[in-house]
């Protein structure tokens, strides 16, 4: 079956230190992979997609960047943290677009 | 734009008692609708989704959603709360790559 891995659960970070953060699917080949940011009391935003290895469509300009090194490995950078950049973020993979599944998120604190 | 609408950001409701969950949807096309459930700390849970065909479905935990075109709703149902459905609950409109939410509504239950 499929499964889907996000690490770490919870992060407190400095402002202006950088941060990864790293999804890993497993059980599936080519997903469509997803990093949705979820802020206090909101819903989810869409950050980045990817179809396909090194293909990373932004939705929003901001301060992160992704990237698809392998086929089911979807990382979220940055590299200088803004205190604006605290939420839950989350990583979603789907395969019969658009189901998609979710990880367990993790918890990003910028202080 | 696609964008979706939950106009309840918080309803307290009886154990035992009936819900009803309201959803708002704009989309160009015939949209995919979800709906999702994500309990504290977590990610999102898949409750239920329409792509075509019959307008009432039926998803896990005894929820069920009717797409009604005319009003561009979706709305959640349940016939009978019990105290484990609180939650936060998520609406969202999709197409082949992306997934837009609503903004959630927080299910409280009273015992």
């Known amino acids: 079956s499929q499964t889907i891995h996000q690490w770490p659960a919870t992060l407190v970070q400095p402002v202006g230190s950088p941060l990864s953060l790293e999804c890993t699917v497993e059980g599936t080949s080519n997903p469509n992979l997803y990093w949705y940011r979820q802020a206090a009391g909101r819903g989810l935003q869409l950050l980045f997609y990817?179809?396909?290895?090194?293909?990373i469509s932004s939705e929003v300009p901001q301060n992160l960047s992704a990237s698809r090194p392998q086929d089911r490995q979807f990382i979220l950078s940055s590299k200088k943290l803004l205190l604006s950049d605290s939420g839950f973020y989350l990583c979603?993979?789907?395969?019969?677009?658009?189901?998609?599944?979710f990880g367990q998120g993790t918890r990003l604190t910028v202080v | 734009a696609q964008s979706v609408t939950q106009p309840d950001i918080h309803i307290t409701v009886s154990e035992g008692a009936s819900l009803e969950l309201r959803c708002n949807y704009s989309?160009?096309?015939?949209?995919?609708l979800f709906w999702y459930v994500q309990s504290p700390g977590q990610g999102l849970q898949l409750l239920l989704k329409y792509f075509s065909g019959d307008t009432l479905v039926q998803g896990i935990k005894g929820f069920e959603a009717e797409f009604k075109r005319s009003q561009s709703s979706f709305n959640l149902r349940k016939p009978s709360v019990h105290w484990s459905d609180a939650a936060e609950y998520f609406c969202a409109v999709g197409g082949n790559n992306d997934m837009r939410f609503g903004a959630g509504t927080r299910l409280t239950v009273k015992p």
């Open positions: 990817s179809v396909g290895i090194g293909q």
């Open positions: 989309y160009g096309a015939t949209p995919y």
């Open positions: 979603a993979w789907s395969v019969q677009a658009p189901v998609a599944f």
